[in-house]
């Protein structure tokens, strides 16, 4: 028996599909498939990994005079595992908009208090002085005439 065709029988003897044997191999469903077909072959890390999924030697799995020994399909017991299913929570849009928009106020609230031109020195208006303009400094005055 070829190794091709012993990976088959070891494979249905131990009750596991090509997908199973490739996941617990790590290689793709494919890689098992060309394997047993005998169009590529396994690498020594491939067969290494083989034979521990098996409980086999490596002299075992090459050896073309060696025959798996028959055995019965393993018995496949059902566990009932319980899986927690988060449930999302609905988001409220409205109440993050509301937000958004009370940072916001606050923000330019700060912004004016802490941004705001603030003058030197206060004056009263009754502390101000007038000046008085003395026509005769401004010089000879412009005449206007009327557009008619």
Not at 36 to 56: A, K, M, S, W, Y
Not at 111 to 125: H, I, K, P, Q, W
Not at 138 to 147: E, F, H, K, N, V
């Amino acid at each position: 028996m070829n190794l091709t065709q012993k990976l088959r029988v070891l494979r249905n003897q131990s009750g596991l599909s090509q997908a199973d044997l490739a996941e617990q191999a790590d290689v793709s469903r494919q890689t098992i498939y060309k394997w047993e077909r005998g169009t590529t072959h396994p690498t020594t890390g491939n067969l290494d990994v083989l034979c521990r999924i098996f409980g086999i030697t490596m002299d075992e799995l090459l050896n073309d005079g060696w025959e798996p020994p028959e055995k019965a399909p393993p018995e496949i017991q059902f566990v009932e595992v319980p899986v927690e299913v988060p449930v999302p929570q609905p988001r409220n849009y409205r109440l993050l908009a509301l937000l958004a928009a009370l940072l916001v106020a606050a923000g330019i609230a700060v912004g004016a208090l802490v941004f705001r031109e603030r003058s030197e020195v206060s004056v009263c208006s009754s502390e101000l002085e007038s000046e008085v303009i003395d026509e005769s400094t401004i010089g000879d005055p412009i005449l206007m005439l009327p557009l008619d």
